[in-house]
């Protein structure tokens, strides 16, 4: 019988020292509010990723639900995807607005099996019609999201625009200044072996209205299947969704026979030196390894292995901590 896994992610990019340990703290509330059922066969591996996924969407250390990041008007746009690896069903949800947990409106859409990608008005619509509650306008909105909306658009002002990709593309070597990070992710298998994937984010600060990121989109942000694996992204959306970051990964698994840390590895480093952007995945390979990557200077993670957190958001340092306190 397999042995269940949980890693999850809380975004990739430049995030500030002082950032750090609320990360850390939301990384490892979320594992502990996902990972008891999972591990004692109560739940299954997209319960684990909802539940993940929902705690984070209801910290403002993470850009997903509240918290999120602004567009350029000053508004939330959040989007979210999530998909289980036996018959590849899957549930993706854009420019939605007002709800608490887009992770759910995702799956309340992969539940209805009609369709798998909805945006706009009739994302909002089925969110509110299969329970979501609407919240007052801008009740997602922190001070912090305002204060990077204004630090972004002093820097564009100065003719620094931090999305401006790089052009040079011999090295590895990150952007100075990467705005995106934050999101959050959750791969999961459970102990009958399906693996279940989701992501949430509000995007990148100072992105237009209507903007779409890589994270909704299935094989850039998002992918699992039972056969291959499960991966979740984060980072520079646009480069993202360019590379298949996702797809990518799971190739290097099934056609590489790389293991999923050497296919993290391998394709992060190959989307940053062909496209500029940075970006990192969490993989949880068919036999239930691991892999954690990222070329932007930062990613939260975390999971838990015997009874221990393992976290970390640096290099390849690991902090852990027992899971029971
Ligand atoms: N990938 C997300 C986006 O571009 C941002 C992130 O991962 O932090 O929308």
Not at 6 to 23: E, F, Q, T, W
Not at 191 to 213: E, H, M, N, Y
Not at 246 to 254: G, K
Request: net charge negative; charged share 20%.
């Amino acid at each position: 019988m397999p042995r269940p896994v949980l890693l999850i992610h809380g975004g990739a990019g430049d995030i500030p020292d002082s950032r750090v340990a609320g990360k850390f703290a939301g990384i490892k509330q979320a594992l502990r509010s996902a990972w008891r059922d999972l591990n004692a066969g109560e739940g299954t591996a997209l319960d684990a990723v909802e539940a993940a996924v929902r705690s984070m969407e209801l910290d403002e250390n993470f850009n997903a639900g509240y918290g999120s990041c602004l567009t350029t008007d000053g508004q939330v746009e959040m989007e979210a995807s999530l998909m289980e690896g036996r018959e590849l069903r899957a549930g993706c949800i854009t420019l939605l607005r007002d709800v608490k947990h887009p992770i759910t409106v995702a799956r309340r859409l992969m539940e209805k099996q009609r369709h798998t990608f909805l945006g706009g008005q009739a994302a909002q619509d089925l969110a509110l019609s299969t329970g979501s509650e609407r919240l007052p306008p801008g009740a997602l909105i922190t001070e912090g999201a305002r204060y990077t909306l204004k630090e972004f658009q002093e820097q564009v002002s100065q003719g620094k625009d931090p999305f401006y990709a790089r052009t040079e593309l011999t090295e590895v070597t990150p952007k100075t200044t990467d705005p995106s990070g934050e999101t959050v992710g959750a791969v999961a298998m459970d102990s009958a072996g399906q693996i279940a994937v989701g992501t949430s984010t509000g995007g990148i600060t100072g992105k237009w209205p209507g903007r779409i990121g890589d994270t909704p989109i299935l094989g850039s942000g998002t992918y699992a299947d039972n056969c291959r694996g499960g991966v979740s992204t984060t980072g520079h959306g646009e480069t993202i969704m360019r590379y298949n970051l996702a797809q990518r990964i799971l190739a290097a698994i099934e056609y590489g026979g790389l293991s999923a840390q050497a296919a993290a590895d391998k394709e992060c480093r190959e989307m940053t030196k062909r496209l500029g952007g940075t970006g990192g995945a969490i993989v949880v390979g068919h036999s239930g390894d691991l892999g954690i990557a990222f070329t932007s200077q930062r990613m939260a993670w975390g999971y838990v292995r015997d009874g221990t957190i393992f976290y970390g958001i640096e290099g390849r340092v690991v902090h852990q901590e027992p899971f029971a306190e």
